[in-house]
């Protein structure tokens, strides 16, 4: 997740945000690089600023929603959460991306 | 396809508030990550620069998410437009040379353009008008390739051209109209009595004129362009038989062109061509038909 430049990439990204909203609810911006960082058990360390243009990014697609709140140690943050057009985006490219890490396993394992 | 569209025109126009959003986002997620790396145990110094190494680039972050934004083309034209305002503001002698220049060149432009259309683009505002052709004479020898004729020429002609269904003579020239103190000079026009009749449009009121009007004694009538009429006798409804002066001589009104006809003429039309007494006509003299 280092070199979030290519559009494979970008898509992988898009998708565990899109994930972690849908399960955790509304979530600001350092939130989410955590949980990504936390629940993958540090495997996928996430270069933190590249997060902020996939948000943009859903953002502009209308994916997800924002709006400014105060967050648990009592401090402006902006706060994220999912739409319903971003969980529809959300099923389609989980199965999707099953389909490819299905199939790149697959290969992986023929002899 | 299109919320995303539109969401992209609205970010153009708040600009600097997203940015300023995105500002403090980041500035709280540094903090944040601090704050995290302190409880950690850090000191404050490596708590602060271990948070913006796992950021990566500040700047580059806000820059790939200004690009997810908006309208990147749309930006960049709204940039350099606003750099060359500022440019042009710097500089107001070429500024000002600029855009005379421009000026002058469109004016030119136009002008050319109108004159062009009237003469050749537009057919002549008349039936047939094709067919229509101004003779002139021609005189090789002494290199005078178009010449008006005189009046000998026309009535020649007028007996023994075949080709012409019709001929007529006409003079262009300038009189003075009005009574003395509230004259002007006006363009006009003498013309032989088939004039109308060859170009096929008469005027809109009244009558053509006759032949017995083509003498010195009885020419005592004049015909009025449409706009003459309307700018100078207020389109008078009843304006057949008034009486207007010309070069000092009293001409009664016997009819008024339509507004098409001539349009560049603007004074009156007046009988008959021959107030010359050798009839040297100087000027293109004969429309034929």
């Avoid at chain 2, 708590?47 to 990147?72: H, I, N, P, T, Y």
């Avoid at chain 2, 001539?262 to 004074?267: A, D, E, R, Y």
Wanted: proline residues 5%; hydrophobic residues 35%; charged residues 25%.
């Amino acid at each position: 997740m280092t070199n979030p430049n290519t559009d494979h990439l970008h898509g992988a990204l898009d998708l565990l945000v899109l994930k972690t909203l849908d399960t955790l609810g509304p979530l600001n911006g350092w939130d989410i690089a955590n949980r990504i960082q936390q629940i993958s058990e540090d495997v996928l360390t996430l270069n933190q600023g590249s997060l902020y243009p996939a948000l943009q990014r859903l953002l502009t697609k209308r994916w997800v929603a924002s709006e400014w709140g105060t967050s648990e140690n009592n401090r402006r943050a902006r706060f994220y959460r999912i739409t319903a057009s971003g969980r529809k985006q959300l099923a389609k490219e989980t199965q999707e991306w099953e389909r490819f890490t299905a199939a790149v396993v697959r290969i992986l394992q023929t002899n | 396809m299109l919320r995303e569209f539109f969401y992209r025109i609205g970010a153009l126009f708040h600009r600097s508030k997203l940015d300023r959003e995105m500002d403090e986002e980041m500035q709280y997620h540094l903090e944040r990550e601090t704050e995290e790396n302190l409880r950690r145990g850090m000191n404050p110094e490596d708590a602060r620069r271990s948070a913006l190494r796992s950021f990566g680039g500040v700047l580059k972050a806000k820059e790939q998410s200004r690009d997810e934004r908006g309208l990147r083309p749309l930006e960049d034209i709204w940039m350099d437009l606003r750099y060359g305002v500022r440019s042009l503001r710097k500089n107001p002698g070429f500024t000002l040379t600029a855009v005379l220049t421009l000026a002058l060149c469109l004016g030119a432009n136009l002008t050319i353009f109108a004159v062009v259309d009237s003469i050749l683009l537009r057919p002549l505002p008349f039936p047939d008008a094709d067919q229509l052709v101004t003779v002139f004479n021609t005189y090789p020898k002494a290199g005078v390739e178009r010449d008006g004729s005189s009046l000998t020429n026309y009535y020649e002609r007028r007996g023994n051209v075949n080709a012409f269904s019709e001929l007529a003579a006409y003079r262009e020239g300038t009189a003075i109209i009005g009574e003395a103190g509230s004259t002007e000079r006006e363009q006009i026009m003498r013309v032989s009595p088939e004039f109308f009749a060859t170009l096929g449009v008469g005027p809109a009121t009244g009558r053509a004129f006759t032949d017995e009007e083509t003498a010195y004694q009885t020419d005592g009538v004049a015909i009025l362009t449409n706009a003459y009429w309307r700018q100078h006798l207020g389109a008078d409804p009843n304006v057949l038989g008034r009486e207007i002066r010309v070069d000092g001589f009293q001409k009664k009104v016997i009819g008024v062109l339509p507004p098409s006809f001539l349009p560049l003429l603007t004074g009156t039309a007046l009988p008959p061509p021959f107030v010359q007494p050798r009839g040297s006509l100087t000027r293109p003299a004969t429309y034929g038909k």
